[in-house]
C-alpha cells in the first residue's frame, strides 16, 4: 500500500506515530517473551509434547479405561500378583517387552512427576493426561508397597519373556513375582520407589489432597525402610534384574535422591538433617555426570540447588556448585568439557539406548535454567561464563535433533514428523491389534515378523526410540533393540523439556 504525505511536518508527524507503535509493540513483545526465544520455531513443540504424553497408554499393563486413546491395546496383566497372592496389576511395561520392571517403573513416574512440578503451570491441556500418566504408575506402585517392609519389584521373568515375541494380550510366559525385603533388601528400588512416591504427591496436592497425603505416608514408610536394610537389590536377585536392570551404580544415588525427594514434598527438617549428615558419604560430590535410570546423583544436586537457589537454605549451598560441575561437564568449549557429541550434534553417552540421555539430560538443563534465572545467577566454569540462556539453547538443540533437524532428517518420535522409525523394537506395536486378529500368536510364532522388513501395524505414537549411534546412523531394524526400542524412562524427562519448548515459543 502507498503512503501520500501533504508536507514534509505531516511527515515528520507521521513518522514519529509509526515509531512510537512501533516501539510500544517492541516493548510489549519483549514483555512477553521473557525467556522466549525471539524466531520462529521449526517444529510444533505442543504435538511432539502431546503424543509424548499418549505413549504412556501404549504402555500400559492391567484393565484399560473407556478413555484409553491408544485403542489398538486392550486390557492385560490381569492376574499379575496372583503367584505371591497379591495385587499387582496395572502398571507399565518398561519398554518393548511385557515384563513389569520396578526400578525402572519408579524412576519414570518420579521424572514425570518432577516435569509436572517444574512446567505443570505451562501444560494447559496436556495436564490432565500427564498427571493421568503419573496415577497409573503410583496407584500400582502402591500396590507393590502395600506390606511394610517389602516391596515387589518385578511381575515377569524377563529370561522366559524374551524368548517370546508375543502381544501382552497373548502372555502366557510366567508372571513370577520378585520381592525385596528385610532378608533381601534393595535400597536401589525401594528408594526410587519413595522418591517417586514423594514426588506424584506434590503433584497431587492441590488436586487430590487425600490421595497425595496417602502417597507421602507410604513415601515416608519405604525410605525407611531402603534406608534401615541397606543392600542393592541385584545382590538377592541377580539372576533375574540383570542384565536388564542392575544397579551398577550401588544404592547410595538412590538413598541421596529419595531424601531430597522427601525434603521437597514434606520440608520436615529430619530430611534435610539426613542430606547433611550423610551427603557425603552418600556420593554427592562424586564426579558421575550420567543421569538416567541407574544414577541419580546429577538429578539430586540439580533438586537441591533449587533449595539453596530459591529456598535460601544455606546448608545445601555446596550443591550449587555440584550442579554447576555437571553444567560445566557437558558444554562443548569449557575448560572442563567432557561430554562426546556425534557430528551432528547429539549429546553421545552410550550405544544402548542414548536417547535417554538426551531427554533426561536436556530436562534438567531447562530445570537449572529456570532456577538459575530466578536466583540471577550464572554457572562459572573456569572462568568461562555460562548463562540460563546458554542452557536452553543446548537443550533446545538437542531436542530439535530428536524431533527431525540431525544428518538421516528422521524424527526418533514415532508418529512425530513426516520421516520416522517404522521397526520398533516392540512386541504390541510390531504384531497385529486384536482387532485386526483376534486369535492367538503364540510365543514363537511372531518371531517371523520380529525379523521381517515390514512396518510395525500398529503406530506406537510418542514412542521415543534408542536412537542413532555416534555416526548419526540409524538402520532402523527392528531386532536392533540398542537403537530402535522405546521406554518409558526415556519419555518421562521429555515431558518437561518439551512444555518448556512449546511454552516458549507461544505454543501452549
Keep these: 500500500m502507498a503512503l501520500h504525505f501533504a ?16 516501539s510500544a509493540s517492541l516493548f510489549l ?31 500400559r499393563s492391567g484393565r484399560l479405561p473407556s478413555n484409553q486413546r491408544m485403542t489398538w491395546r486392550r486390557s ?7 503367584a505371591m497372592h497379591v495385587d499387582l496389576v496395572g502398571g507399565y511395561y518398561d519398554a518393548g517387552d511385557n515384563v513389569k520392571f520396578g526400578f525402572p517403573m519408579a524412576f519414570t513416574t518420579t521424572m514425570l512427576s518432577w516435569s509436572v512440578i517444574e512446567f505443570g503451570g505451562l ?11 503419573i496415577r497409573w504408575a503410583t496407584d500400582y506402585l502402591l500396590k507393590a508397597t502395600v506390606h511394610p517392609d517389602t516391596i515387589y519389584v518385578q511381575v515377569g521373568d524377563a529370561n522366559k519373556d524374551h524368548a517370546c515375541w508375543e502381544r501382552p494380550e497373548d502372555m502366557d ?34 488436586s ?74 552418600l556420593g554427592a560430590d562424586d564426579s558421575d555426570n550420567t543421569f538416567g535410570w541407574d544414577n541419580k546423583h546429577v538429578g539430586a544436586r540439580i533438586l537441591l540447588s533449587k533449595a539453596f537457589l530459591l529456598q535460601k537454605v544455606q546448608s545445601l549451598h555446596d550443591y550449587k556448585g555440584h550442579a554447576d560441575n555437571f553444567i560445566c561437564s557437558l558444554v562443548p568449549g569449557t575448560p572442563f568439557s567432557q561430554a562426546q557429541y556425534t557430528p551432528g550434534g547429539l549429546l553421545f553417552k552410550m550405544s544402548d539406548s542414548n536417547m535417554q540421555y538426551v531427554t533426561s539430560t536436556s530436562f534438567l538443563l531447562v530445570t537449572y535454567a529456570k ?69 492367538k500368536i503364540q510365543c514363537s510364532a511372531g518371531f517371523s515378523i520380529m525379523n521381517s522388513q515390514s512396518p510395525n501395524p500398529n503406530i506406537l505414537v510418542g514412542a521415543v526410540v534408542g536412537g542413532p549411534d555416534q555416526h548419526d546412523r540409524f538402520p532402523d531394524q527392528r531386532s536392533d533393540f540398542e537403537q530402535s526400542e522405546p521406554s518409558t524412562y526415556t519419555n518421562a524427562p521429555l515431558v518437561g523439556a518439551l512444555t518448556y519448548l512449546a511454552h516458549s515459543f507461544g505454543q501452549l
Design 208 to 281: 487430590d489432597p487425600t490421595y497425595s497425603k496417602l502417597l507421602i505416608r507410604r513415601a515416608i514408610r519405604v525410605f525407611q525402610f531402603a534406608d534401615r536394610y541397606r543392600g542393592a537389590y541385584s545382590n538377592g536377585l541377580k539372576k533375574y534384574v540383570c542384565p536388564f536392570y542392575c544397579s551398577y551404580s550401588g544404592y547410595q544415588d538412590e538413598l541421596l535422591w529419595g531424601a531430597a525427594w522427601l525434603h521437597k514434598a514434606t520440608r520436615n527438617p529430619t530430611f534435610l538433617n539426613y542430606i547433611q549428615v550423610n551427603g557425603q558419604t
Design 371 to 439: 532456577y538459575l534465572t530466578s536466583a540471577h545467577k550464572v554457572v562459572n566454569c573456569g572462568g568461562t561464563i555460562i548463562t540460563p540462556k546458554r542452557l536452553r539453547v543446548i537443550a533446545k538443540k538437542q531436542m530439535d535433533y530428536l524431533l527431525g533437524d540431525n544428518p538421516l532428517k528422521m524424527s526418533y518420535m514415532v508418529g512425530y514428523g513426516p520421516r520416522y522409525p517404522q521397526r520398533i523394537h516392540h512386541r504390541g506395536s510390531s504384531l497385529p491389534s486384536i482387532a485386526k486378529h483376534p486369535s
Design 29 to 59: 513483545s519483549n514483555a512477553f517473551q521473557h525467556h522466549h526465544h525471539p524466531h520462529v520455531a521449526r517444529h510444533n513443540y505442543r504435538d511432539a509434547l502431546t503424543k509424548s504424553i499418549l505413549f504412556f497408554e501404549g504402555q
Design 123 to 133: 501444560m494447559k491441556g496436556e495436564l490432565q493426561n500427564a498427571k493421568g500418566a
Design 76 to 82: 492385560s496383566g490381569l492376574s499379575d500378583g496372583a
Design 173 to 206: 510366559t510366567p508372571r513370577s513375582v520378585f520381592k525385596i525385603d528385610r532378608n533381601t533388601p534393595g535400597s536401589d528400588v525401594a528408594a526410587e520407589t519413595a522418591a517417586a512416591l514423594a514426588a506424584a504427591s506434590v503433584v497431587f496436592r492441590r
Design 7 to 22: 508536507s514534509s511536518s505531516s511527515f515528520t508527524t507521521t513518522l514519529l506515530i509509526l515509531l512510537c507503535i512501533f
